[in-house]
């Protein structure tokens, strides 16, 4: 009687996660999958075929796209984690209460607004007749007006803005969690800084920069309003490539296909990270 | 036992006589195309409630695909993109002209729009507003531009601002002296055309500052001076022209590209009463006059032209002459798969380096 009750207990509280994890993701995916593999022959016919896929490695631009889109979020995930590391290092290891909070409040404040308003405020940074441009005119350090909008560092430069926040929370728990002690034997032991980084800090780190990497590797990867806005004519990101399939092009199956790949690809980026930085997905997740 | 009976019809009676008169109008359009006081207007003299969703051409279509033509009583896409889309999509019901004042209708462009929208027999749009693309330019600084190719002179580098779709890839056509409406029909000439332009703009795409994307993001463009010369809609030069008297709309040699909204039902629309009871409204020609002052384009309607302002009057008539009028190109229906080829086009020039 008692186990009974226990087990729909059991079983009521599984269910939300369940409907999400049915109803939100493996429901639509196997939808987009069944899309992705078909192709149209005719108006309001379709038969099922590999053609999309095919379409995707025979067209040079789409999976160059995908390779750049790749390659652009790794860097911006680098970049975020070598201007994160040491933010969280500061909040986590020398301030204490108050100052503490406030610093980590005021990592989080830019977030309180939407990424879309805090695109246009980059914009109005960046662009020809914008702030910088102007500040820098006002000081006489170049003549002419400065472009600094629509090109790739523009984009770098949103997207480590847009994630530093998802690198510095998951560092800073981990961090915390270092007993002090640890590197006080470190100097005391005669260990240069750069030693006891290497050797007590960043291990005991990994799984915070691990699961921080993934997050931001992933946020990158999905952009879609960044690399839109501040990117210029050559800027493509493979996320706006879908958007051109799904809306523009009406070709619904070569936008499934992309997304599909854009799933395997992301998927494939984090499994050989986890590899090569000899981290496992539940220890990262379990301890950050 | 029939009392109940008879009182419960009565009940659904009455319901469904209550919904007959006020209905909720879910309209797709453009921005401008339905503004606040003729939304009130309309609210207080049917009882029917409106809410608006404003989109473009291209996403339009895909929400009604989304949803195989539900969600929405009424859409406004060009009438160029309209059988492609029944055909390939089957998102729309056909017009009831029962249900229309055709009486509110310059009938010129009523019979121009039912031809253009003719699909197995049955007429699927209606007329409403009418514009063009072609230049906006700061005439200050870009004279010497006064057709589409002239975006890719020298003297204005860097300073260039189109967008990356169709449109484009037509004007351009026609100011290299080709004629891409004419080939619709014939796919191996189209794509001939599309070869040659593709060609043209990869090699003006160093002139370019940026393709645009937003009406709003080329007004901003242009209005800080970054952009003198664009490929744009009609309105949005003459809302620069308000503010900066060098800027404004040029209707190029080639000829402008004229296009025309209409009024579409989605397929599963179901407030059809309020639909052809807004139809009926915006087409009065007071509402129309508003509705061209707040969106900038004039419409189809009779007489809608008496009751808007004289500024913007006196941009249109800057902008065209007789001649200029005359010379518009204007959309005939896409034939389905004309689009692929162009996307593909498309795609190539923004990869281009």
Redesign the interface.
């Known amino acids: 009687m008692v186990s009974d009750g226990s087990k729909l207990g059991f079983y009521l509280l599984l269910a939300p996660i369940l409907l999400w994890l049915a109803v939100l993701i493996i429901l639509p995916h196997i939808g987009l999958f069944v899309v992705s593999i078909s192709e149209r022959v005719g108006p309001r016919e379709y038969e099922y075929g590999i053609g999309n896929y095919v379409t995707f490695f025979e067209e040079p631009l789409y999976w160059r796209t995908f390779a750049r889109t790749a390659i652009m979020s790794i860097a911006a995930t680098a970049l975020t984690l070598i201007l994160g590391f040491p933010i969280a290092y500061y909040i986590a290891k020398l301030t204490r209460g108050r100052t503490k909070t406030t610093l980590f409040l005021m990592c989080m404040i830019p977030f309180w607004v939407s990424e879309l308003v805090r695109t246009f405020g980059w914009m109005i940074l960046l662009r020809e007749t914008g702030v910088i441009s102007n500040a820098l005119q006002y000081l006489g350090l170049v003549d002419g007006p400065v472009e600094m909008l629509y090109n790739d560092a523009a984009i770098m430069v949103g997207l480590v803005y847009t994630s530093i926040l998802f690198m510095v929370v998951p560092l800073v728990t981990t961090l915390d969690s270092l007993d002090d002690s640890l590197i006080e034997a470190g100097y005391d032991l005669g260990g240069t800084g750069a030693a006891i980084l290497r050797e007590i800090v960043i291990p005991h780190a990994m799984p915070g920069i691990v699961s921080g990497c993934i997050v931001v590797f992933m946020l990158s990867l999905g952009n879609y309003l960044t690399p839109i806005l501040l990117g210029g004519k050559d800027s493509l990101w493979f996320t706006g490539m879908i958007y051109t399939q799904f809306i523009t092009r009406f070709n619904w199956e070569l936008g499934s296909a992309l997304g599909f790949l854009l799933l395997l690809l992301s998927s494939a980026v984090v499994f050989l990270g986890l590899k090569l930085s000899r981290q496992s997905l539940a220890e990262t997740m379990g301890r950050a | 036992m029939k009392t109940k009976l008879l009182s419960s019809v009565v009940m659904i009676a009455a319901l469904g006589a209550q919904s007959a008169q006020a209905e909720t109008l879910h309209l797709l359009t453009w921005g401008g195309y339905a503004p606040e006081e003729v939304i009130a207007m309309f609210e207080e003299e049917t009882g029917h409630t409106v809410e608006v969703t404003t989109s473009n051409n291209?996403?339009m279509?895909?929400k009604l695909?989304a949803t195989n033509g539900g969600g929405f009583d009424l859409a406004q896409p060009s009438q160029d993109r309209i059988t492609s889309?029944q055909?390939?999509?089957?998102i729309y019901k056909p017009i009831d002209m029962s249900m229309v004042n055709a009486d509110l209708f310059i009938p010129s462009m009523l019979e121009a729009t039912a031809g253009n929208t003719t699909y197995e027999g049955e007429v699927y749009g209606l007329p409403h507003i009418w514009g063009t693309s072609g230049l906006v330019i700061n005439t200050a600084e870009a004279e010497g531009v006064t057709d589409y190719t002239d975006l890719c002179n020298e003297e204005v580098a860097g300073k260039v601002s189109y967008r990356l779709?169709r449109p484009t890839l037509i004007g351009f056509a026609y100011a290299m002296g080709l004629d891409p409406f004419a080939a619709y029909g014939d796919e191996a000439a189209y794509q001939e055309i599309l070869d040659q332009v593709e060609a043209k703009l990869t090699e003006c795409?160093p002139n370019?500052?940026?393709?645009w994307?937003g009406g709003d993001e080329i007004q901003n463009l242009l209005r800080?001076?970054?952009v003198v010369a664009s490929m744009a809609w009609d309105t949005g030069g003459w809302q620069l022209n308000a503010d900066n008297p060098d800027i404004t709309f040029v209707a190029p040699d080639s000829g402008a590209l004229g296009w025309i909204d209409t009024f579409v039902l989605p397929a599963r629309g179901r407030a059809d009463a309020a639909a052809y009871d807004w139809i009926n409204f915006v087409m009065r020609p007071d509402i129309a006059a508003m509705i061209t002052n707040s969106a900038g384009n004039f419409t189809a309607s009779v007489g809608g032209d008496e009751g808007v302002s004289a500024d913007l009057k006196a941009r249109y008539q800057a902008s065209f002459d007789q001649a200029a009028i005359d010379n518009i190109k204007w959309y005939p229906p896409v034939p389905?798969g004309l689009?692929?080829l162009e996307?593909a086009t498309l795609?190539?020039v923004?990869?281009a380096?």
């Open positions: 291209e996403e279509i895909a695909r889309a055909e390939e999509f089957g779709k795409k370019v500052k940026t393709y994307d800080s001076g970054e389905a689009e692929a996307g795609d190539r923004n990869a380096n």
